[in-house]
């Protein structure tokens, strides 16, 4: 649940010109302050008038303010935050907005202070400053962003937000690693590179120089304005497509080898049950996913058309085709993709769909460009021989009630 401390209840109620002239509403808005320090506002605020035509409004500011009537939140514990979903417009995640996932908190770096060594097997170690990572052509890519322990099921009366909010999309924008690789004369015989965080986790992950030599991004901004302090700043690895956890936040080292360096990170954690009693370890790729967002629980939809809304996305490449049904599975109609659909990125996908109010479920299945189809959970738990771990992905479910109450559909009840 939501940590939230009221410290103040009501603004004191100043005659406005409104009441004067007999207006009815009362306007009452609270303070409200998260056990993290931030500062949101709960209600209708004083200066929302009836004839906003009528009166000189508030001055241009140096930060935008989002209107106090959007009530969009993270959801919160003290290790992560999840994104809502259900309340996205488009493909973009607002910074604000973006899921977070700390092992042991979110430093507080001076940018000024903070370098990047990269050393190990190559020709010429060297620090790079900030300063000097924005000095090298840049690049900015749009990508989805997803911890490999985004799932929850059990109960029905779970959100997307719940169900898969550890997962968020940013136009990421920095340096590539293959130019840093270049500069420091990265050695043939590497293979393997340590990445490696500036927080009080110290997070080290093994990474290949493939990966590096490939799409990997030294990033420095995201959507447009530095990183945020959560999801990094004032640099931060960034793997397109693969699991959040290799995408290193403060990052401070990498420093190049001739094999995997078997973290913390990558033998207690992050490793899977296959079957037989084995666990896969390095499943760097996120696979395939879809949810439905709209409708979805806690909404209550009205019968006739419905505009079925989702995102889907995959770590292996473009999203080829997401296909929704609408009588629990029975048969299945291609959903029309938002464009652009991009590489290794949340996509948008809607259906059109006359709700005459029968009892049924809706559901959504994602294909990628290499062929592979999301599965239900029955087939994840049968392929892994086991139940859970990281990397879940199934096909979810939301029942559609006669009263147009939506609920999740927890595929296997515990
Ligand atoms: N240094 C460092 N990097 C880190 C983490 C961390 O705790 N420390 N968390 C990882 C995990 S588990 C995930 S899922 C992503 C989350 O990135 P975000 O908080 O920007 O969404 O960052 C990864 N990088
Ligand atoms: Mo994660």
Same mark, same amino acid.
């Given at each position: $649940?939501?940590?939230?401390?009221e410290?103040?209840q009501?603004?004191p109620?100043?005659?406005?010109r409104? !009441?004067?002239?007999g207006g009815?509403?009362?306007?009452?808005?609270?303070?409200?302050?998260?056990?993290?320090?931030?500062?949101?506002?709960?209600?209708?605020?004083?200066?929302?008038v009836?004839?906003?035509?009528?009166?000189?409004?508030?001055?241009?500011?140096?930060?935008g303010?989002?209107?106090?009537?959007? !009530?969009?939140v993270k959801?919160?514990?003290?290790?992560?935050?999840?994104?809502?979903?259900?309340?996205?417009?488009? $493909?973009?995640?607002?910074s604000?907005?973006?899921?977070?996932?700390?092992h042991?908190?979110?430093?507080?770096?001076d940018?000024?202070?903070?370098?990047?060594?990269?050393?190990?097997?190559?020709?010429?170690?060297?620090?790079?400053?900030?300063?000097?990572?924005?000095?090298?052509?840049?690049v900015?890519?749009i990508?989805?962003?997803?911890?490999?322990?985004?799932?929850?099921?059990?109960?029905?009366?779970?959100?997307p937000?719940?169900?898969?909010?550890?997962?968020?999309?940013?136009?990421?924008?920095?340096?590539?690693?293959?130019?840093?690789?270049?500069?420091?004369g990265? !050695?043939?015989n590497?293979?393997?590179?340590?990445?490696?965080? @500036?927080d009080?986790?110290? $997070?080290?992950r093994?990474?290949?120089?493939k990966?590096?030599?490939?799409?990997?991004?030294?990033?420095y901004a995201?959507?447009?304005?530095?990183?945020?302090?959560?999801?990094?700043?004032?640099?931060?690895?960034?793997?397109?497509?693969?699991?959040?956890?290799?995408?290193?936040?403060?990052?401070?080292r990498?420093?190049?080898s001739?094999?995997?360096?078997?973290?913390?990170?990558?033998?207690?954690?992050?490793?899977?049950p296959?079957?037989?009693?084995?666990?896969?370890?390095?499943?760097?790729?996120?696979?395939?996913?879809?949810?439905?967002?709209?409708?979805a629980?806690?909404?209550?939809?009205?019968?006739?058309?419905?505009?079925?809304?989702?995102?889907?996305?995959?770590?292996?490449?473009?999203v080829?085709k997401?296909?929704?049904?609408?009588?629990? @599975?029975?048969?299945w109609?291609?959903?029309?993709?938002?464009?652009?659909?991009?590489?290794?990125?949340?996509?948008?996908?809607?259906?059109l769909?006359?709700?005459r109010?029968?009892?049924?479920?809706?559901?959504?299945?994602?294909?990628?460009?290499?062929g592979?189809?999301?599965?239900?959970?029955?087939?994840?738990?049968?392929?892994?021989?086991?139940?859970?771990?990281?990397? $879940?992905?199934?096909?979810t479910?939301?029942?559609?009630k006669?009263d147009?109450?939506?609920?999740?559909?927890?595929?296997?009840?515990?």
């Amino acid at each position: $649940m939501d940590k939230i401390v009221e410290i103040t209840q009501e603004f004191p109620k100043k005659i406005s010109r409104r !009441k004067l002239l007999g207006g009815a509403a009362t306007a009452a808005v609270a303070i409200i302050q998260t056990t993290k320090g931030q500062t949101i506002q709960k209600g209708i605020p004083e200066n929302v008038v009836d004839d906003p035509t009528k009166k000189l409004g508030v001055l241009a500011g140096e930060v935008g303010t989002r209107s106090p009537f959007v !009530k969009s939140v993270k959801k919160f514990s003290d290790i992560s935050s999840r994104s809502p979903l259900q309340d996205f417009y488009g $493909m973009i995640t607002p910074s604000d907005l973006h899921f977070e996932r700390h092992h042991a908190g979110v430093p507080a770096i001076d940018p000024t202070k903070h370098e990047l060594l990269i050393h190990g097997l190559v020709e010429k170690p060297l620090v790079f400053t900030i300063a000097d990572l924005k000095r090298f052509p840049s690049v900015s890519r749009i990508a989805f962003l997803e911890c490999s322990g985004n799932f929850r099921g059990g109960k029905e009366n779970l959100t997307p937000q719940d169900i898969c909010g550890l997962t968020s999309q940013s136009e990421w924008t920095g340096v590539k690693l293959s130019t840093l690789f270049r500069e420091v004369g990265a !050695k043939p015989n590497a293979t393997w590179f340590l990445a490696e965080g @500036g927080d009080a986790a110290v $997070m080290t992950r093994s990474i290949p120089v493939k990966k590096g030599w490939d799409d990997a991004i030294v990033a420095y901004a995201q959507n447009g304005e530095p990183l945020r302090p959560e999801q990094g700043f004032p640099v931060r690895l960034f793997l397109p497509g693969w699991e959040g956890n290799t995408s290193v936040k403060w990052l401070r080292r990498l420093e190049l080898s001739d094999a995997p360096y078997y973290t913390r990170e990558e033998t207690s954690k992050y490793t899977e049950p296959i079957k037989d009693g084995k666990y896969r370890i390095f499943s760097f790729d996120i696979d395939a996913r879809s949810i439905i967002t709209f409708p979805a629980y806690p909404q209550q939809v009205e019968k006739g058309w419905i505009e079925i809304r989702g995102l889907a996305w995959s770590g292996r490449g473009k999203v080829i085709k997401v296909e929704v049904s609408t009588d629990a @599975g029975k048969n299945w109609q291609v959903a029309q993709l938002n464009e652009p659909v991009l590489d290794k990125a949340h996509v948008q996908f809607r259906h059109l769909w006359q709700w005459r109010g029968q009892e049924t479920e809706i559901l959504s299945r994602v294909t990628d460009e290499t062929g592979y189809t999301q599965p239900t959970l029955k087939q994840l738990f049968e392929a892994r021989g086991s139940e859970g771990g990281y990397h $879940m992905n199934p096909v979810t479910a939301w029942q559609i009630k006669p009263d147009g109450r939506v609920l999740f559909k927890p595929e296997i009840l515990r």
